[in-house]
């Protein structure tokens, strides 16, 4: 089955600095790879997602590049914030699936 | 707004206890899912159901069970509690790939 490795575990910026969060997947056939976001006490949202024919996908200060052939896919965030802070976990699904299987999830504290 | 409601935020259960979580959503999703979060884990299925009284086992579905008779709500029952199910506990409902997540039910087994 299919499994997804994310690293950093936790990752300290100061405010304004970039944050790269990277992601590895094991399974070829995975066409679907969201982020979420989740802060302190509360529930998981979908923050972007690419899809496997897509090569980078932008919204706001936040991006999502993925690389098929190394099977693996990042998180970028610009400008960072201190709202930024939070657990940011990345999944992937195969092609016919219905199950997301997630990363161990990156703690990201965003320094003012 | 999609809204997932899990009935119960904080649940205390003593080993060996049968444990029911119960999860309801209102958009009419075909797809639901059990999450177990534990820290440094991320997020792990347990069970999940495309469509009512249909279920599939997740990737650590040892120890738990699901019912789904009607297409809002989706269970999971712990059918004698361990302490190694103390955990974060989060039900999920889909359309089109994208998950909706209730608040979570933070289980403490002692």
Known sequence: ?112 | DVKVTQSSRYLVKRTGEKVFLECVQDMDHENMFWYRQDPGLGLRLIYFSYDVKMKEKGDIPEGYSVSREKKERFSLILESASTNQTSMYLCASSLKGELFFGEGSRLTVL
Do not use: M
Not at chain 1, 10 to 33: R, W
Not at chain 1, 35 to 55: A, H
């Open chain 1, 1 to 112: 089955g299919e499994n997804v490795e994310q690293h950093p575990s936790t990752l300290s910026v100061q405010e304004g600095d970039s944050a790269v969060i990277k992601c590895t997947y094991s399974d070829s056939a995975s066409n679907y790879f969201p982020w979420y976001k989740q802060e302190l006490g509360k529930r998981p949202q979908l923050i972007i997602d690419i899809r496997s024919n897509v090569g980078e996908k932008k919204d706001q200060r936040i991006a999502v590049t993925l690389n098929k052939t190394a099977k693996h896919f990042s998180l970028h965030i610009t400008e960072t914030q201190p709202e930024d802070s939070a657990v940011y976990f990345c999944a992937a699904r195969g092609e016919y699936g219905n199950k997301l299987v997630f990363g161990a999830g990156t703690i990201l504290r965003v320094k003012s």
